[in-house]
């Protein structure tokens, strides 16, 4: 009796790597692309294909046959996911010790003159523009505000303070571009 049931089972054996060959023929290389656009990186992209198909092996035995193409992408973005996810976790550092590591620019005199500098160069800038663009700049680019926060100042409708502050950034862009600065 234990004799059969080892022929069986090696028997099952056979038959799961022959599905899995055939899984790996032809679902290969859209596991592997799907892996690779979901980490943008080549070498855990084919680790990811590998976990999929080892996985997909493992449990061969309570796969319906229904669908195959689904229950091994199913698995390849559950395993991405799960690489992100320990990723994610690795690189997060604690919160005292990004705080420790920020550097103190209020006791940096040479940040502070640059920094100084570069706000009165935005600001020379920005009243160079042809209205309506001078203001919408000098209060987007140098008094940092945001763009509904001017519309609500001006009493203007938030689409066309959007549509200010890009072609103010592209009248910006020209002036830095050709060395129009007067």
């Known amino acids: 009796m234990s004799e059969s049931r080892g022929l069986r089972e090696e028997a099952g054996t056979i038959e799961a790597e022959e599905q899995l060959e055939t899984l790996l023929t ?62 994610a976790r690795r690189l997060q550092p604690a919160e005292e010790q990004t705080f420790l590591e920020l550097p103190d ?27 309506p663009y001078n203001e919408i700049a000098e209060a987007h680019f140098y008094e940092e505000k945001s763009i509904k926060e001017i519309a609500e100042e001006k009493g203007r409708n938030l689409k066309t303070v959007q549509t200010q502050v890009y072609r103010a950034k592209g009248l910006l862009k020209k002036r830095l571009k050709g060395g129009i600065i007067r």
């Open 26 to 87: 032809k679902y290969e290389k859209l596991v592997y692309t799907l892996c690779y656009r979901m980490t943008g990186n080549t070498f855990d992209a084919q680790d990811l294909t590998q976990e999929t198909f080892l996985s997909a092996y493992q449990r061969l035995s309570g796969f319906d046959g229904v669908h195959e193409r689904a229950w091994l992408c199913k698995i390849a973005v559950n395993k991405c996911l799960d690489h992100q996810k320990s990723a």
């Open 105 to 131: 620019r209020k006791s940096d005199p040479e940040a502070i003159c640059l920094q100084d500098e570069s706000k009165k160069e935005v600001l020379s800038l920005c009243r160079q523009l042809p209205p």
